[in-house]
């Protein structure tokens, strides 16, 4: 089987869709998987090469790009994860290639023309798609279909090293922190006592060097830039504060309390979910908002 997953990375779009799809990917180990992505600033394809696949590169979101791959390849199903790709887009692939299965993603509950529908945050509602998709759609939603790496399983097993004199903050405001929060939300942290901080992120980051800056010389916070220990990192914090995307999937799975900061819209979503479950959000960073949700939880961990 030839699989093409259509994807892309920078400092605007993020690195998640790149991040889930090479999870996706693990679960077709028979066939001969090929990424197409553009070259965009603050990339991570580095990754997908890393992790021994092929990569295509497009100069564009032009449909006739990946048509070209598709008939180079043979491929048999194509993987769209890509806010920019739509329902035309999809309807003409099926026009040219009536025998190509289409996975898309989708987490803002699009018009599609697919095959099988994933919506694998925590959040997915399948009822809601039974307008949006053809009738024999495969609808993959919710919590089961949850791409999470091994290293998630591997440490969710462990037994947890609490220690004892400090409290330990996971962040992960998105690999390119697009809103720019890491020192704002750490400018909060440090007036409180006995904090540690692991803070992740990547060089899709446009503003790494003055976070990096920042963290010089303060002991009691960690920058794990492009770290390969995400869910090691996780198991040994006390609580987390992340954005309502795919990152809340995992702090979920792993049973860490968190506060999630919504910073875009494609977050909507999983946030009305959350704030409906009565889980602290908030729908946009207010220093005040923040502390004070920060001081309940330091308050709760500590018992």
């Not at 976070?211 to 869910?231: D, E, G, P, T």
Request: hydrophobic share 35%; glycine share 2%; net charge positive.
């Amino acid at each position: 089987m030839n699989i093409l997953l259509r994807a892309d990375s920078s400092s605007t779009i993020g690195t998640g869709h790149i991040m889930r799809d090479l999870v996706l990917a693990t679960q077709y180990k028979d066939a001969n998987i090929i990424f197409a992505t553009q070259d965009l600033h603050g990339n991570i394809n580095h990754k997908i090469e890393e992790a021994g696949y092929k990569r295509e590169t497009l100069h564009s979101n032009n449909i006739d790009e990946v048509i070209n791959l598709i008939k180079l390849y043979s491929i048999d199903m194509i993987v769209i994860d890509h806010y920019g790709i739509d329902y035309r887009y999809e309807k003409e692939l099926k026009t040219n290639y009536p025998t190509l299965q289409i996975m898309s993603f989708d987490d803002t509950y699009e018009r599609h023309d697919c095959d099988i529908l994933l919506n694998h945050n925590i959040s997915a509602n399948k009822k809601r798609y039974k307008e949006l998709v053809p009738k024999n759609c495969e609808l993959r939603c919710g919590g089961r279909y949850t791409l999470l790496r091994d290293e998630f399983y591997t440490e969710k097993k462990k037994k947890r090293k609490k220690e004892t004199s400090f409290t330990t903050v996971f962040i992960a405001m998105g690999g390119a922190d697009t809103a720019n929060l890491n020192i704002r939300i750490l400018k909060v942290l440090r007036k409180f006592k006995n904090i540690k901080v692991d803070l992740l992120t990547t060089t899709a980051n446009k503003n790494l060097n003055e976070l990096k800056k920042y963290c010089k010389n303060k002991k009691w916070i960690a920058l794990h830039v492009n770290s390969n220990q995400v869910a090691k990192l996780m198991k040994k914090s006390d609580f987390a504060v992340v954005t309502p995307s795919v990152t809340v999937n995992e702090v979920y799975f792993m049973k860490l309390p968190f506060i999630a900061i919504k910073t875009a819209e494609n977050q909507d979503d999983m946030y009305r979910y959350l704030k409906r479950e009565k889980y602290s959000v908030l729908d946009q960073f207010d220093k005040n908002k923040f502390a004070s949700k920060a001081d309940k939880l330091l308050r709760v961990v500590k018992k």
